[in-house]
């Protein structure tokens, strides 16, 4: 009886291919609108999540002042760190896996007849470490070279093809702040960043040699920490603000005058931040599936008028009111349905196309996919229903004298 029925949808539908193909136009826009939005937002999701991790992992910034925390908040005159915080950190607490002190400065650095101005890092073999960073050629600096401050620097692949074309560096001598300094490493490329800075476009130096020949003084401005693996972010921060309290000489009293930075604390609000844009968008693009789906019902109770004297006959040579109400209702469904499945297939095309034009990953989501199906068949049952009821309980003789 299923089958007959939805054969019989099947044909009435045919019977009116352009009304048929009009009142599915508002689910298939509505399913295609709901893909198209969680797609692109689980990318812009999956690309945030990515950005922060190429920062490093279980990464925590340690720096003086207070930080942001609205108008007048800052402490601009935070006393700045020194190598013996750094060394302490590394000594002291156990759950840290790698520590950096870092300081930079934009500077030019120049090359033959080439130049360019970009960030010039000085810290030691443990930025590496802490951004998880390989070097794709050359090395690291040497303990010797560390501790006398050598003038020795590994490039970013920015600054290596901006400085030297498609020649190697390794061995070459480049000029930072009218100082020479030889090319002994190049870092693998870790590419843009989400928050629009190149992180390939960095000169690494040794510390040392940063603090006496580019800055003049031993401060610190940074000191970059990395934990353990299985070792909470959480509690490194909470050792830290300890050990620096103490060594700051902080009263119990007073305000912290640095601020500890946990990267997976801005990833999550991130990525909450990010989630929450795209229910918000998937619950507005969902709006146009019920209007699709009044389409629907308005449709349906056309047809219920222009084929009263068909109902009429139907029931006056025996048809229940259970099959009359169940042929409506599988015309309003597979109407439905075929608009889902239209813009699913719309969805997915107008996602892949949106993802490019973003340069955001494709995430497929077959729970989305599946969900904006169901929601479609729903709709063609919640929308269909009425007007089914009501051709199922004309009254067989006034049905039949309907003109």
Same mark, same amino acid.
């Given at each position: 009886?299923?089958?007959?029925?939805?054969?019989?949808a099947q044909?009435?539908?045919?019977r009116?291919?352009?009304? !048929?193909?009009?009142?599915? /136009?508002?689910?298939?826009?509505?399913?295609?609108?709901?893909i198209?939005?969680?797609t /692109?937002?689980?990318?812009?999701?999956a690309?945030?999540?990515? &950005?922060?991790?190429?920062?490093? !992992?279980?990464?925590?910034?340690?720096?003086?002042?207070?930080?942001?925390?609205g108008?007048?908040?800052?402490?601009s005159?935070?006393?700045?760190?020194?190598?013996?915080?750094a060394?302490?950190?590394?000594?002291?607490?156990?759950?840290?896996?790698?520590?950096?002190?870092?300081?930079?400065?934009?500077?030019?650095?120049?090359?033959?007849?080439?130049?360019?101005?970009?960030?010039?890092?000085?810290?030691?073999?443990?930025?590496?470490?802490v951004? &998880?960073?390989?070097?794709?050629?050359?090395?690291?600096?040497?303990?010797?070279?560390?501790?006398?401050?050598?003038?020795?620097?590994?490039?970013?692949?920015?600054?290596?093809?901006?400085l030297?074309g498609?020649?190697?560096? #390794?061995?070459?001598?480049?000029?930072?702040?009218?100082? !020479?300094?030889?090319?002994?490493?190049?870092?693998? *490329?870790?590419?843009?960043?989400n928050?629009?800075?190149?992180q390939?476009?960095i000169?690494? #130096?040794?510390?040392?040699?940063?603090q006496?020949? #580019?800055?003049?003084?031993? &401060?610190?401005?940074?000191?970059?920490?990395?934990?353990?693996e299985?070792?909470?972010?959480?509690?490194?921060?909470k050792?830290?603000e300890?050990?620096?309290?103490?060594?700051?000489? #902080?009263?119990?009293?007073?305000?912290?005058?640095?601020?500890?930075?946990?990267?997976?604390?801005?990833?999550?609000?991130?990525t909450?931040?990010?989630?929450v844009?795209?229910?918000?968008?998937?619950?507005?693009?969902?709006v146009?599936?019920?209007?699709g789906?009044?389409?629907?019902?308005?449709?349906?109770?056309?047809?219920?008028?222009?084929r009263?004297?068909?109902?009429?006959?139907?029931?006056?040579?025996?048809?229940?009111?259970?099959?009359?109400?169940?042929?409506f209702?599988?015309?309003a469904?597979?109407?439905?349905g075929?608009?889902?499945?239209c813009?699913?297939?719309?969805?997915?095309?107008?996602?892949? /196309?949106? *993802?490019q034009?973003?340069?955001?990953?494709?995430?497929?989501?077959?729970?989305?996919?599946?969900?904006?199906f169901?929601?479609?068949?729903?709709?063609?049952?919640?929308?269909?229903?009425?007007?089914?009821r009501?051709?199922?309980?004309? &009254?067989?003789?006034?049905?039949l004298?309907?003109?």
């Open positions: 009886m299923l089958l007959e029925t939805y054969l019989l044909r009435e539908i045919r009116n291919v352009l009304r !048929s193909s009009l009142t599915v /136009l508002g689910i298939v826009i509505g399913v295609a609108a709901v198209t939005m969680v /692109l937002g689980s990318g812009a999701t690309q945030v999540t990515g &950005d922060i991790k190429k920062l490093g !992992s279980n990464m925590l910034f340690v720096s003086p002042g207070q930080g942001f925390r108008p007048g908040g800052a402490r005159d935070a006393r700045p760190f020194e190598i013996a915080d060394v302490a950190m590394e000594r002291d607490l156990a759950g840290v896996k790698a520590i950096a002190p870092t300081v930079n400065q934009a500077t030019q650095v120049i090359y033959g007849n080439r130049n360019r101005t970009t960030g010039v890092t000085g810290s030691t073999n443990g930025y590496i470490e951004r &998880d960073w390989p070097l794709s050629a050359g090395r690291r600096f040497t303990k010797g070279e560390d501790r006398a401050g050598k003038s020795v620097c590994i490039l970013g692949t920015t600054v290596r093809d901006d030297f498609g020649q190697d560096p #390794i061995g070459k001598s480049i000029r930072v702040h009218k100082i !020479s300094f030889r090319v002994v490493g190049i870092l693998s *490329s870790k590419g843009q960043s928050f629009g800075t190149d390939d476009d000169v690494l #130096i040794p510390l040392r040699t940063f006496r020949r #580019i800055a003049g003084n031993t &401060d610190i401005n940074t000191i970059m920490v990395s934990a353990r299985g070792v909470s972010t959480a509690k490194v921060q050792d830290i300890l050990l620096m309290r103490e060594r700051r000489h #902080i009263a119990i009293d007073k305000e912290d005058d640095f601020h500890v930075r946990d990267m997976k604390e801005i990833l999550n609000t991130l909450a931040t990010t989630r844009l795209t229910a918000l968008l998937g619950a507005v693009a969902a146009s599936l019920l209007v789906g009044i389409g629907i019902m308005n449709i349906m109770l056309v047809s219920v008028t222009e009263t004297r068909e109902i009429g006959t139907r029931l006056a040579i025996g048809a229940t009111e259970r099959q009359v109400l169940m042929q209702l599988v015309e469904v597979v109407l439905a075929f608009g889902g499945l813009g699913i297939v719309l969805g997915l095309v107008a996602g892949a /196309l949106g *993802s034009a973003l340069q955001v990953p494709f995430v497929f989501n077959p729970g989305i996919v599946a969900l904006a169901v929601f479609s068949g729903a709709v063609g049952i919640v929308f269909g229903y009425f007007p089914a009501k051709a199922a309980r004309l &009254d067989p003789i006034e049905a004298r309907h003109e």
